[in-house]
Structures are given as C-alpha cells and as structure tokens.
C-alpha cells in the first residue's frame, strides 16, 4: 500500500485478556520493526523483522509477547493476558531494509494502535 | 550512555524566532541521520534526513559534525505549527537495520 496500515487504531481490553495488533507495511519494503511508545515518553523498540524472520526481538518486554511475520509483509503484534502496564501506543514501521544501493533507510511509521488495559 | 541523547526541552520560543537543536551520537561508526517530527499523539514522520555536507529544505537547515559526533537542527522564522517534539534518530553503519532513537526536544512556538 501506499502507505504503513495498522489496526486496531484503538483497542480497549480488560486486563487478563489476549489482544492482537496488525501491520501492513509498505509494499515492497523487507524490514518491518514494531515499538512502543508510553504516554509522554520516547520511542522503546520491541522486535524487528527481515522478511519473515526476526534477527532482532531483544525489545520485547516479556514473553507474553509475541510477533509474526507471513509473506514477507503483514505482521501480527500478540500480547497475551495483557497488565496495565501494557497499555501504551504500539506504533509500527517498515523500511527497504536492502542496502545502501537502494538510498537511506528511512523508516516510514504507521498511526499507531493505541492499546488501553482496563 | 545512551546511543543517541537530546535536550529533552521544552524550547519555548515566540514565532518568528529562530531556535536550533542539538543531538550528540555515541558511536562513531553512524551511517545515516535523520531528524523526525512527531506532533502531540501522532507517528513520527520523517522531516529531513541529514547528509555530510548539510542540507537545507526551506526553512530548515540540519548539518552533520563527524568530529563531535553531533547532528543539529536549525528552524528559522519559526510558525505555530512548528510545534511538535523533534527526535533525532542515528542509522549505524555496522547494522544497516538497527535504528537509534533519541528521546526528542519538544518546540513550543508561541503567538
């Protein structure tokens, strides 16, 4: 697409429940990186995929996070029996990813899924 | 020490004025800079990125200074709609993929 989509833009969720957050990146770009961004604070990395895999996941808090990666394109943000803690906005971003052949990496960003855990 | 830090502000200035930020980077081995605006419960989105020999688009100027490991920002004549929290983000040539965020100056532009 022409741009990063990311769904819910808003999840409200009771605290104990599972909630999963989608990504479509922007077509043709390999990299795609998820984070999350507290209320008033700055930018915290989460887990970062080439394709389908993750070389990178040293972001994620706990292990009742997970993310995937289908097709080289949507990603699926899971966060299982969700805290208050959780609630922040999870912002998700993709770039080519392919070499400084290709220009900059310039990582475009997505509106964001604002996550709420009552 | 972080990878990446800024003054986190807030820079509060009248319009008109102009206001320059600095963001000091920790390894040497940096590739790629960019400075991004991110307004209030916005995605940050891409201002400029910024090259070895500085750039200009308008009424922003960001340079690049190798030897002190810092990037700045300068905004002339600034408006209102300057308004936001700028985050200098650092791109390391040993991991093409690996971005460094800093944590942002917020800008506030007053009547």
């Known amino acids: 697409g022409a741009g990063v989509s990311q769904s819910p833009s808003n999840k409200v969720t009771e605290k104990g429940k599972d909630v999963e957050l989608r990504c479509d990146p922007i077509?043709?770009?390999?990299?795609l990186y998820w984070y999350r961004q507290s209320l008033g604070q700055g930018l915290e990395f989460l887990i970062y995929?080439?394709?389908?895999?993750?070389?990178?996941k040293s972001g994620l808090p706990s292990d009742r996070f997970s993310a995937e990666r289908t097709g080289g394109s949507v990603s699926t943000l899971t966060i299982q029996r969700t805290q208050q803690e959780d609630s922040a906005v999870y912002l998700c971003?993709?770039?080519?990813?392919?070499?400084?052949?290709?220009?900059?990496?310039?990582?475009?960003f997505g509106a964001g899924s604002r996550l709420t855990v009552l | 020490r972080k990878e990446v830090e800024q003054d986190p502000g807030p820079f509060n200035v009248p319009e008109g004025a102009t206001v320059a930020f600095n963001c000091t980077y920790s390894?040497?081995?940096?590739?790629?800079f960019f400075w991004y605006r991110q307004d209030c419960r916005k995605e940050p989105k891409l201002l400029m990125s910024?090259?070895?020999s500085g750039n200009e688009d308008g009424r922003f100027t960001a340079q690049l200074n190798r030897a002190s490991q810092y990037i700045s920002l300068l905004i002339r004549d600034s408006k209102l709609s300057d308004s936001a929290t700028y985050l200098c983000v650092v791109n390391p040539r040993y991991n093409f993929n690996k971005f460094y965020f800093g944590s942002g100056t917020k800008l506030n532009v007053k009547p």
């Open positions: 995929f080439q394709g389908n895999s993750a070389p990178d």
């Open positions: 390894n040497s081995a940096s590739q790629s």
């Open positions: 910024v090259y070895s």
């Open positions: 077509s043709g770009h390999t990299a």
């Open positions: 971003a993709s770039s080519h990813g392919q070499g400084l052949s290709m220009g900059a990496n310039v990582l475009t």
